[in-house]
């Protein structure tokens, strides 16, 4: 099975700055991968997902994939409280089965 | 409305017993998950239903039974209780099982086993 590790944290950065998650990934075959966002006693839910053939942006958030190294990364631009929370990345194995990580918690402080 | 609802949200229980766990989805979606998440906030799958047939039994104890009825449900059923059962437990959602369908999770049962 695939694993997929992430820095558990938490990761501070102040408000307004640019928070960098990132996630390893041990399939160098893998070709889909997903960032989903967990607040505090709440489900997860998408923020977005990207293939092997680039990077996306998304207003805040950007995906980015370096295959050579196996790491995909989020960056949240203009970091705001309001996205504190546990960031879970996770990779496809199969159909739409997906792996995931034990998640970074992010704090971001006013 | 909701979309992926669960019920119960809270479930406190002795070793021993068994209890079930029911999740409903008016989306429309053909395929259905339950994940389990523990104290270290790992979600891994457990089982995933597309139109009622099994199509992901991970290596889980068979003290969990899942069972779909239909397509918008997805039930989960537990045996014999044990202390390492405590977590959350997540249903989730899909279109179809096709590859970066988005999954759409209900807001989670709480299980704790005495």
């Known amino acids: 099975q695939k694993e997929v590790e992430q820095n558990s944290g938490p990761l501070s950065v102040p408000e307004g700055a640019i928070a960098s998650l990132n996630c390893t990934y041990s399939d160098r075959g893998s070709q889909s991968f997903f960032w989903y966002r967990q607040y505090s006693g709440k489900s997860p839910e998408l923020i977005m997902f990207i293939y092997s053939n680039g990077d996306k942006e998304d207003g805040r958030f950007t995906a980015q994939l370096n295959k050579a190294s196996q790491y995909v990364s989020l960056l949240i631009g203009d970091s705001q409280p309001s996205d504190s929370a546990t960031y879970l990345c996770a990779v496809k194995e199969y159909g739409n089965k997906l792996v995931f990580g034990a998640g970074t918690i992010l704090r971001v402080k006013s | 409305d909701t979309a992926v609802s669960q019920t119960p949200k809270y479930l406190v229980t002795q070793m021993g017993n068994d209890k079930s766990i029911k999740c409903e989805q008016n989306?429309?979606?053909?395929?259905m998950y339950w994940y389990k998440q523990d104290s270290k906030k790992f979600l891994k799958i457990m089982f995933s239903?597309?139109?009622?047939?099994?199509?992901i039994n991970e290596t889980v104890p068979n003290r969990f039974s899942p069972k779909s009825p239909d397509k918008a449900h997805l039930n989960l059923h537990i045996n014999s209780l044990e202390l390492g059962d405590s977590a959350v437990y997540f249903c989730?959602?899909?279109?179809?099982?096709?590859?970066?369908?988005?999954?759409?999770f209900g807001p989670g049962t709480r299980l704790l086993v005495l």
């Open positions: 239903y597309n139109n009622k047939e099994l199509i």
């Open positions: 989730a959602s899909s279109q179809d099982y096709v590859e970066g369908k988005t999954q759409y």
């Open positions: 989306l429309g979606h053909d395929t």
